[in-house]
Protein backbone atom coordinates (compact mmCIF):
# COMPACT_ATOMS: atom_id res chain seq x y z
CA UNK A 1 0.00 0.00 0.00
CA UNK A 2 1.39 3.27 -0.90
CA UNK A 3 2.39 6.33 2.19
CA UNK A 4 0.17 8.98 1.46
CA UNK A 5 3.31 11.29 0.61
CA UNK A 6 3.55 8.84 -2.78
CA UNK A 7 0.25 8.80 -3.51
CA UNK A 8 0.85 12.84 -3.84
CA UNK A 9 2.96 11.42 -7.24
CA UNK A 10 -0.33 10.24 -8.63
CA UNK A 11 -1.78 13.93 -8.94
CA UNK A 12 -0.03 16.15 -11.38
CA UNK A 13 -1.52 19.74 -10.86
CA UNK A 14 -0.14 19.50 -7.24
CA UNK A 15 3.01 19.48 -8.61
CA UNK A 16 3.27 23.77 -9.43
CA UNK A 17 4.00 26.71 -7.44
CA UNK A 18 0.89 29.41 -7.30
CA UNK A 19 3.01 33.26 -6.62
CA UNK A 20 5.86 31.73 -6.33
CA UNK A 21 4.83 29.28 -3.35
CA UNK A 22 4.46 25.41 -3.80
CA UNK A 23 1.15 25.22 -4.25
CA UNK A 24 -1.11 24.07 -0.90
CA UNK A 25 -5.06 22.86 -2.04
CA UNK A 26 -7.05 22.71 0.76
CA UNK A 27 -9.98 23.15 -0.99
CA UNK A 28 -11.35 19.69 -1.85
CA UNK A 29 -14.92 20.57 -0.21
CA UNK A 30 -15.24 22.16 -3.45
CA UNK A 31 -13.72 19.65 -5.72
CA UNK A 32 -10.79 17.36 -5.72
CA UNK A 33 -7.88 16.94 -7.80
CA UNK A 34 -7.75 14.17 -10.51
CA UNK A 35 -4.76 11.31 -10.69
CA UNK A 36 -3.23 10.23 -13.46
CA UNK A 37 -5.05 6.99 -13.78
CA UNK A 38 -8.23 9.50 -14.06
CA UNK A 39 -6.49 11.95 -16.85
CA UNK A 40 -5.37 9.12 -18.57
CA UNK A 41 -8.67 7.09 -19.00
CA UNK A 42 -10.50 10.36 -20.67
CA UNK A 43 -7.40 10.86 -22.53
CA UNK A 44 -7.73 7.14 -23.93
CA UNK A 45 -11.77 7.54 -24.79
CA UNK A 46 -11.54 10.20 -26.77
CA UNK A 47 -8.00 9.42 -28.69
CA UNK A 48 -9.82 5.22 -29.22
CA UNK A 49 -13.04 5.06 -28.45
CA UNK A 50 -15.24 8.41 -29.06
CA UNK A 51 -18.77 7.43 -30.07
CA UNK A 52 -22.22 7.71 -29.15
CA UNK A 53 -23.29 4.87 -27.31
CA UNK A 54 -26.42 2.41 -27.10
CA UNK A 55 -27.94 2.26 -30.61
CA UNK A 56 -24.24 2.08 -32.80
CA UNK A 57 -23.88 -1.03 -34.10
CA UNK A 58 -19.84 0.08 -35.20
CA UNK A 59 -17.15 -1.03 -33.75
CA UNK A 60 -16.22 2.57 -31.52
CA UNK A 61 -19.78 2.71 -30.61
CA UNK A 62 -19.91 -1.09 -29.34
CA UNK A 63 -17.00 0.03 -27.73
CA UNK A 64 -17.89 3.14 -25.74
CA UNK A 65 -21.26 1.31 -24.88
CA UNK A 66 -19.58 -1.35 -22.93
CA UNK A 67 -17.55 0.92 -21.22
CA UNK A 68 -20.68 3.77 -20.44
CA UNK A 69 -22.36 0.56 -19.06
CA UNK A 70 -19.05 -1.41 -17.26
CA UNK A 71 -18.80 2.39 -15.54
CA UNK A 72 -22.46 2.42 -14.23
CA UNK A 73 -21.80 -1.62 -12.90
CA UNK A 74 -18.64 -0.26 -11.40
CA UNK A 75 -20.19 2.90 -9.02
CA UNK A 76 -22.96 0.39 -8.41
CA UNK A 77 -20.40 -1.76 -6.48
CA UNK A 78 -18.62 1.20 -5.02
CA UNK A 79 -22.13 2.18 -3.73
CA UNK A 80 -23.05 -1.80 -2.10
CA UNK A 81 -26.49 -0.87 -5.26
CA UNK A 82 -27.69 -4.48 -5.60
CA UNK A 83 -28.62 -3.45 -9.52
CA UNK A 84 -26.80 -1.50 -11.61
CA UNK A 85 -30.02 0.09 -13.37
CA UNK A 86 -30.71 1.28 -9.46
CA UNK A 87 -27.37 4.14 -11.29
CA UNK A 88 -28.54 7.61 -13.05
CA UNK A 89 -25.96 9.21 -14.54
CA UNK A 90 -26.38 12.87 -14.08
CA UNK A 91 -24.40 16.00 -13.91
CA UNK A 92 -23.70 16.06 -10.57
CA UNK A 93 -25.23 16.24 -6.70
CA UNK A 94 -27.58 19.18 -7.48
CA UNK A 95 -29.62 17.12 -11.07
CA UNK A 96 -29.68 14.08 -8.96
CA UNK A 97 -31.67 15.83 -6.09
CA UNK A 98 -33.65 18.07 -8.91
CA UNK A 99 -34.77 14.69 -10.42
CA UNK A 100 -35.83 13.47 -7.24
CA UNK A 101 -37.45 16.65 -6.46
CA UNK A 102 -39.04 18.03 -9.56
CA UNK A 103 -40.99 14.16 -9.42
CA UNK A 104 -42.04 14.29 -6.09
CA UNK A 105 -43.66 17.06 -6.61
CA UNK A 106 -45.93 15.90 -9.12
CA UNK A 107 -47.06 13.21 -6.61
CA UNK A 108 -47.27 15.60 -3.50
CA UNK A 109 -50.24 17.38 -1.87
CA UNK A 110 -51.23 20.17 0.49
CA UNK A 111 -51.57 18.33 3.81
CA UNK A 112 -47.95 16.41 2.77
CA UNK A 113 -44.55 17.53 4.79
CA UNK A 114 -41.15 17.69 3.00
CA UNK A 115 -38.88 17.11 6.28
CA UNK A 116 -34.79 18.18 5.67
CA UNK A 117 -32.41 20.30 8.22
CA UNK A 118 -31.01 23.66 8.83
CA UNK A 119 -27.72 22.23 7.52
CA UNK A 120 -28.60 21.60 3.99
CA UNK A 121 -26.57 22.55 1.11
CA UNK A 122 -28.73 24.73 -1.03
CA UNK A 123 -28.63 22.07 -3.76
CA UNK A 124 -30.69 20.16 -1.03
CA UNK A 125 -32.95 23.07 -0.19
CA UNK A 126 -33.74 25.07 -3.03
CA UNK A 127 -35.28 22.34 -5.11
CA UNK A 128 -37.30 21.09 -2.03
CA UNK A 129 -38.83 24.51 -1.16
CA UNK A 130 -39.55 24.58 -5.18
CA UNK A 131 -41.28 21.11 -4.45
CA UNK A 132 -43.10 22.16 -2.18
CA UNK A 133 -44.60 25.63 -3.99
CA UNK A 134 -45.39 23.21 -7.00
CA UNK A 135 -47.35 20.55 -4.15
CA UNK A 136 -48.94 22.77 -1.78
CA UNK A 137 -46.79 20.38 0.66
CA UNK A 138 -45.41 21.82 3.58
CA UNK A 139 -41.54 22.26 3.88
CA UNK A 140 -40.46 21.81 7.84
CA UNK A 141 -36.67 21.41 8.90
CA UNK A 142 -34.74 19.58 11.45
CA UNK A 143 -32.70 22.13 13.58
CA UNK A 144 -29.24 22.18 14.37
CA UNK A 145 -28.11 22.66 18.34
CA UNK A 146 -25.20 24.44 19.67
CA UNK A 147 -23.90 28.14 19.44
CA UNK A 148 -21.62 26.69 16.65
CA UNK A 149 -23.47 23.96 15.68
CA UNK A 150 -21.75 21.57 17.51
CA UNK A 151 -24.32 19.91 18.47
CA UNK A 152 -25.51 18.23 15.26
CA UNK A 153 -28.96 17.62 14.66
CA UNK A 154 -31.15 17.89 17.36
CA UNK A 155 -32.53 14.56 16.87
CA UNK A 156 -35.07 14.95 20.16
CA UNK A 157 -37.00 17.59 17.61
CA UNK A 158 -36.66 15.02 15.12
CA UNK A 159 -39.11 12.99 17.31
CA UNK A 160 -41.73 15.70 16.94
CA UNK A 161 -41.20 16.23 13.25
CA UNK A 162 -41.35 12.86 11.76
CA UNK A 163 -44.40 12.30 11.96
CA UNK A 164 -46.90 10.04 9.02
CA UNK A 165 -47.43 13.18 7.03
CA UNK A 166 -43.85 13.76 6.15
CA UNK A 167 -43.58 11.89 2.28
CA UNK A 168 -39.95 12.83 2.36
CA UNK A 169 -37.05 13.36 4.34
CA UNK A 170 -34.10 14.88 3.05
CA UNK A 171 -30.75 15.15 4.90
CA UNK A 172 -27.15 15.25 4.02
CA UNK A 173 -24.53 12.78 5.29
CA UNK A 174 -21.78 15.00 5.84
CA UNK A 175 -22.61 19.09 6.28
CA UNK A 176 -20.02 20.94 3.71
CA UNK A 177 -19.71 23.49 6.56
CA UNK A 178 -20.44 22.21 9.89
CA UNK A 179 -18.64 18.88 9.18
CA UNK A 180 -20.88 16.91 11.26
CA UNK A 181 -21.43 13.43 10.36
CA UNK A 182 -25.09 12.97 10.77
CA UNK A 183 -26.02 9.49 12.16
CA UNK A 184 -27.49 8.75 8.31
CA UNK A 185 -28.53 4.97 8.95
CA UNK A 186 -30.75 5.80 11.91
CA UNK A 187 -32.83 8.52 9.99
CA UNK A 188 -33.25 6.02 7.46
CA UNK A 189 -34.26 3.66 10.03
CA UNK A 190 -36.85 6.28 11.37
CA UNK A 191 -37.87 7.73 8.64
CA UNK A 192 -39.01 4.21 7.39
CA UNK A 193 -40.84 3.86 10.33
CA UNK A 194 -43.40 6.41 9.52
CA UNK A 195 -43.48 5.62 5.69
CA UNK A 196 -41.41 9.15 4.46
CA UNK A 197 -38.90 8.55 1.68
CA UNK A 198 -35.06 9.30 2.41
CA UNK A 199 -32.78 11.30 0.26
CA UNK A 200 -29.19 11.34 1.24
CA UNK A 201 -26.91 13.91 0.45
CA UNK A 202 -23.75 12.01 -0.60
CA UNK A 203 -21.39 14.75 -1.91
CA UNK A 204 -18.91 15.02 1.03
CA UNK A 205 -18.80 11.58 2.22
CA UNK A 206 -18.88 9.08 -1.10
CA UNK A 207 -15.44 9.48 -1.59
CA UNK A 208 -13.97 9.68 1.74
CA UNK A 209 -15.73 6.74 3.63
CA UNK A 210 -17.05 3.20 3.16
CA UNK A 211 -21.01 3.99 2.00
CA UNK A 212 -23.10 1.21 1.20
CA UNK A 213 -26.55 1.84 0.16
CA UNK A 214 -28.22 -1.48 1.23
CA UNK A 215 -26.74 -1.12 4.49
CA UNK A 216 -27.80 2.41 4.62
CA UNK A 217 -31.19 1.33 3.94
CA UNK A 218 -31.69 4.86 1.58
CA UNK A 219 -34.45 5.55 -0.99
CA UNK A 220 -32.17 7.87 -3.00
CA UNK A 221 -28.95 9.05 -2.77
CA UNK A 222 -26.67 11.45 -4.63
CA UNK A 223 -23.27 12.54 -5.17
CA UNK A 224 -20.70 14.02 -7.58
CA UNK A 225 -17.99 12.87 -9.17
CA UNK A 226 -15.46 15.84 -8.93
CA UNK A 227 -15.72 15.70 -5.11
CA UNK A 228 -13.94 12.24 -5.55
CA UNK A 229 -11.78 12.37 -7.93
CA UNK A 230 -13.82 12.38 -10.78
CA UNK A 231 -14.11 14.87 -13.52
CA UNK A 232 -16.70 17.60 -13.33
CA UNK A 233 -20.09 17.26 -14.96
CA UNK A 234 -20.85 13.58 -13.81
CA UNK A 235 -22.83 12.46 -11.15
CA UNK A 236 -24.78 9.93 -9.81
CA UNK A 237 -28.27 9.28 -8.49
CA UNK A 238 -28.92 5.82 -6.86
CA UNK A 239 -32.25 4.92 -6.21
CA UNK A 240 -34.41 1.52 -5.69
CA UNK A 241 -35.72 0.32 -8.93
CA UNK A 242 -39.25 0.28 -7.51
CA UNK A 243 -39.37 3.92 -6.72
CA UNK A 244 -37.52 5.05 -9.74
CA UNK A 245 -40.03 2.70 -12.48
CA UNK A 246 -42.42 4.99 -10.41
CA UNK A 247 -40.76 8.30 -10.95
CA UNK A 248 -41.47 10.26 -14.47
CA UNK A 249 -38.91 11.88 -16.13
CA UNK A 250 -38.05 15.19 -15.97
CA UNK A 251 -36.12 15.31 -18.96
CA UNK A 252 -37.17 13.64 -22.34
CA UNK A 253 -36.25 13.19 -26.04
CA UNK A 254 -34.10 10.42 -27.44
CA UNK A 255 -32.92 7.60 -25.87
CA UNK A 256 -35.66 7.22 -23.09
CA UNK A 257 -38.27 6.04 -24.87
CA UNK A 258 -40.13 2.50 -25.91
CA UNK A 259 -41.99 3.91 -29.04
CA UNK A 260 -43.14 7.51 -30.11
CA UNK A 261 -46.12 8.53 -32.42
CA UNK A 262 -48.09 11.54 -32.81
CA UNK A 263 -50.12 11.31 -29.61
CA UNK A 264 -47.31 10.56 -27.35
CA UNK A 265 -44.67 8.04 -26.03
CA UNK A 266 -43.87 5.02 -23.89
CA UNK A 267 -40.64 5.09 -21.71
CA UNK A 268 -38.25 3.35 -20.81
CA UNK A 269 -37.42 1.91 -17.55
CA UNK A 270 -34.75 3.14 -15.13
CA UNK A 271 -32.12 4.37 -15.90
CA UNK A 272 -32.78 5.43 -19.57
CA UNK A 273 -35.71 6.50 -19.10
CA UNK A 274 -33.46 9.70 -16.69
CA UNK A 275 -30.88 9.70 -19.32
CA UNK A 276 -32.48 11.86 -22.17
CA UNK A 277 -30.08 12.31 -25.15
CA UNK A 278 -26.29 11.47 -25.60
CA UNK A 279 -25.43 10.73 -22.55
CA UNK A 280 -21.89 12.20 -20.56
CA UNK A 281 -19.94 8.74 -21.72
CA UNK A 282 -16.08 10.08 -21.29
CA UNK A 283 -16.36 11.13 -17.71
CA UNK A 284 -18.85 8.44 -16.33
CA UNK A 285 -16.00 5.98 -17.84
CA UNK A 286 -13.58 8.63 -15.70
CA UNK A 287 -15.58 8.22 -12.90
CA UNK A 288 -15.94 4.81 -12.90
CA UNK A 289 -11.89 4.47 -12.93
CA UNK A 290 -11.56 6.68 -9.71
CA UNK A 291 -13.86 4.53 -8.51
CA UNK A 292 -11.06 1.76 -9.15
CA UNK A 293 -8.46 4.14 -7.84
CA UNK A 294 -10.21 5.11 -4.65
CA UNK A 295 -11.27 1.31 -3.45
CA UNK A 296 -7.25 0.61 -4.21
CA UNK A 297 -6.38 2.80 -1.59
CA UNK A 298 -9.39 1.97 0.61
CA UNK A 299 -12.22 4.15 1.32
CA UNK A 300 -11.71 3.23 5.47
CA UNK A 301 -7.81 4.37 5.27
CA UNK A 302 -8.77 7.33 3.61
CA UNK A 303 -11.08 8.39 5.68
CA UNK A 304 -8.87 8.02 8.69
CA UNK A 305 -6.48 10.27 7.06
CA UNK A 306 -9.00 12.78 6.60
CA UNK A 307 -10.24 12.84 10.21
CA UNK A 308 -6.83 12.96 11.64
CA UNK A 309 -5.89 16.05 9.65
CA UNK A 310 -9.26 17.65 10.36
CA UNK A 311 -8.32 16.58 14.03
CA UNK A 312 -4.99 18.38 13.77
CA UNK A 313 -6.35 21.44 11.65
CA UNK A 314 -8.75 22.28 14.24
CA UNK A 315 -6.47 22.16 17.17
CA UNK A 316 -3.84 24.35 15.69
CA UNK A 317 -6.38 26.61 14.15
CA UNK A 318 -7.63 26.87 17.79
CA UNK A 319 -4.90 28.29 19.09
CA UNK A 320 -5.11 30.96 16.96
CA UNK A 321 -6.74 34.61 18.12
CA UNK A 322 -9.56 35.48 17.72
CA UNK A 323 -11.19 32.68 15.78
CA UNK A 324 -14.53 30.83 15.52
CA UNK A 325 -14.56 27.50 14.37
CA UNK A 326 -18.15 25.89 13.60
CA UNK A 327 -18.70 22.66 13.74
CA UNK A 328 -18.35 19.64 16.02
CA UNK A 329 -14.86 19.65 18.37
CA UNK A 330 -15.12 15.54 17.96
CA UNK A 331 -15.53 13.17 15.21
CA UNK A 332 -15.86 15.08 12.58
CA UNK A 333 -15.56 15.09 8.41
CA UNK A 334 -12.33 16.07 6.42
CA UNK A 335 -12.69 19.85 6.60
CA UNK A 336 -12.59 23.03 9.08
CA UNK A 337 -14.76 26.05 8.74
CA UNK A 338 -13.99 29.22 10.65
CA UNK A 339 -14.20 32.82 11.06
CA UNK A 340 -12.01 35.65 12.36
CA UNK A 341 -13.76 38.89 14.13
CA UNK A 342 -12.82 41.93 12.31
CA UNK A 343 -11.45 39.84 9.25
CA UNK A 344 -13.57 38.65 6.11
CA UNK A 345 -13.38 35.51 4.79
CA UNK A 346 -12.69 36.51 1.44
CA UNK A 347 -9.73 38.59 2.75
CA UNK A 348 -8.16 35.25 4.29
CA UNK A 349 -8.58 33.46 1.25
CA UNK A 350 -7.03 36.19 -0.78
CA UNK A 351 -4.09 36.10 1.55
CA UNK A 352 -3.61 32.49 2.16
CA UNK A 353 -3.32 32.46 -2.19
CA UNK A 354 -0.37 34.62 -1.87
CA UNK A 355 1.26 32.10 0.07
CA UNK A 356 0.65 29.29 -2.13
CA UNK A 357 -2.39 28.07 0.17
CA UNK A 358 -5.71 27.37 -1.66
CA UNK A 359 -9.08 27.79 0.55
CA UNK A 360 -12.57 28.58 0.23
CA UNK A 361 -14.36 31.58 1.33
CA UNK A 362 -17.57 32.51 1.75
CA UNK A 363 -21.19 31.16 2.46
CA UNK A 364 -20.25 27.86 0.76
CA UNK A 365 -24.27 27.37 -0.50
CA UNK A 366 -25.56 27.10 3.24
CA UNK A 367 -26.79 30.68 3.99
CA UNK A 368 -30.07 30.02 6.08
CA UNK A 369 -27.26 28.33 8.60
CA UNK A 370 -24.76 31.25 8.08
CA UNK A 371 -28.10 33.52 9.50
CA UNK A 372 -28.88 31.23 11.91
CA UNK A 373 -24.85 30.98 13.28
CA UNK A 374 -24.97 35.47 12.85
CA UNK A 375 -22.39 34.92 10.45
CA UNK A 376 -21.93 36.20 6.84
CA UNK A 377 -19.38 33.87 5.93
CA UNK A 378 -16.27 31.53 6.88
CA UNK A 379 -13.02 30.19 5.55
CA UNK A 380 -13.02 26.40 4.92
CA UNK A 381 -9.88 24.32 4.80
CA UNK A 382 -11.25 21.01 3.37
CA UNK A 383 -8.70 17.81 3.23
CA UNK A 384 -8.19 14.76 1.21
CA UNK A 385 -5.96 12.00 0.49
CA UNK A 386 -2.98 14.00 -0.90
CA UNK A 387 -2.68 16.15 2.26
CA UNK A 388 0.10 15.87 4.71
CA UNK A 389 -0.15 17.57 8.55
CA UNK A 390 2.99 19.84 6.67
CA UNK A 391 0.54 21.64 4.55
CA UNK A 392 -1.98 22.35 7.63
CA UNK A 393 1.82 24.34 9.55
CA UNK A 394 1.55 26.40 5.76
CA UNK A 395 -1.77 26.74 6.74
CA UNK A 396 -1.16 28.36 10.20
CA UNK A 397 1.50 30.49 9.18
CA UNK A 398 -0.33 31.90 6.40
CA UNK A 399 -3.19 32.24 8.86
CA UNK A 400 -0.62 34.16 11.21
CA UNK A 401 0.89 36.72 8.87
CA UNK A 402 -3.18 37.60 7.82
CA UNK A 403 -4.05 38.48 11.37
CA UNK A 404 -0.48 40.35 12.19
CA UNK A 405 -1.90 42.33 8.72
CA UNK A 406 -5.65 43.10 9.95
CA UNK A 407 -4.80 42.81 14.19
CA UNK A 408 -1.57 44.35 14.45
Known sequence: MPTWENVRADFPVLHQQVNGKPLVYLDNGATTQKPRAVIDALVRYYERDNSNVHRGLHALSMRATDAYEGARARVAKFIGAADPAEVIFTRGTTESI??????????????DVILTTEMEHHSNLVPWQQAARASGATLRYVPVLGAN??????LAALDRLLTPQVKVFAFTHI???LATINPVAE????????????VIDAAQSVGHTPLDVAALDCDFLAFSGHKMCGPTGIGVLYGRRALLDQLAPTETGGGMVVSVDF???????APERFEAGTPNVADAIGLGVACDYLDALGRARIGQHDHRLAQLAYARLAELPGIRIIGPAGERGGLVSFAFEGVHAHDVVTFADEDG????GGHHCNQPLMRKLGLTSTTRASFYLYNTPEEIDVLVASLRRTLKFFQG
Do not use: M, Q
Open 98 to 111: NVVARSYAARLKAG
Open 149 to 154: AEGGLD
Open 175 to 177: SNT
Open 187 to 198: LCRRARAVGAVT
Open 263 to 269: EGARWKP
Open 357 to 360: VALR
